[in-house]
């Protein structure tokens, strides 16, 4: 498959993440725009590659390894990451996620009150249940080192309780 010649990414695009161990995936799914904007929305696609696929299509169908804000943009302009493909957003992820945030209560604890918010909206929660904070992935937005610091670690927000 063709590298796309852009730095522009749209909705839809598959850019490539270079890592110490092979390639990484994200799809672009959402842009937020609202003030205050958290710009592009990634969906990082489980796996490390060493070749790039020959397609994106069964990829991009499957499951997320989790979602997070991420300067896309910038990122394509500056050679960080590469525009490969674009696919069709599937239903499953074409939907704004809900996110948490919560006030730190201690080194590496967090607790409650806890902010819910869908990109829209934000409102306060006192507590949580473990289900629900497996649900809602954290809100911020990662950098490139983050960004691949996580990937290699097989990180997600399920497990970020």
């Known amino acids: ?28 799914t959402h842009k ?11 969906r990082v696609l489980p796996g490390l590659f060493i070749n790039r696929p020959s397609e994106f299509a069964t990829l991009v169908s499957g499951p997320s390894s989790f979602m997070t804000f991420f300067p ?3 990122a394509c302009h500056r050679g960080i990451v590469k525009v490969v493909a674009n696919e069709v ?5 074409s939907t704004f996620p809900t996110f948490r945030s919560s006030v730190k209560v201690g080194p590496g604890k967090r607790g409650g009150p806890w902010y819910l918010w869908d ?25 490139d080192t983050l960004l691949i610091e996580r990937i ?3 990180w ?3 497990k970020d309780t």
């Open 1 to 28: 498959m063709p590298l796309v010649n852009r730095v522009r990414p749209r909705l839809g695009d598959v850019v490539e993440i270079t890592t110490p161990r092979g390639f990484a995936y994200a799809q672009f």
């Open 32 to 42: 937020h725009d609202a003030p205050p904007r958290y710009g592009a929305l990634i």
């Open 72 to 74: 896309l943009g910038a």
């Open 89 to 93: 957003v599937p239903p499953h992820a």
């Open 119 to 143: 990109g829209t909206r934000e409102w306060r929660v006192d507590s949580l249940t473990d289900a629900e904070l497996r649900k809602y992935p954290p809100r911020g937005i990662w950098n």
């Open 152 to 154: 290699l670690e097989g």
């Open 156 to 158: 997600s927000h399920e």
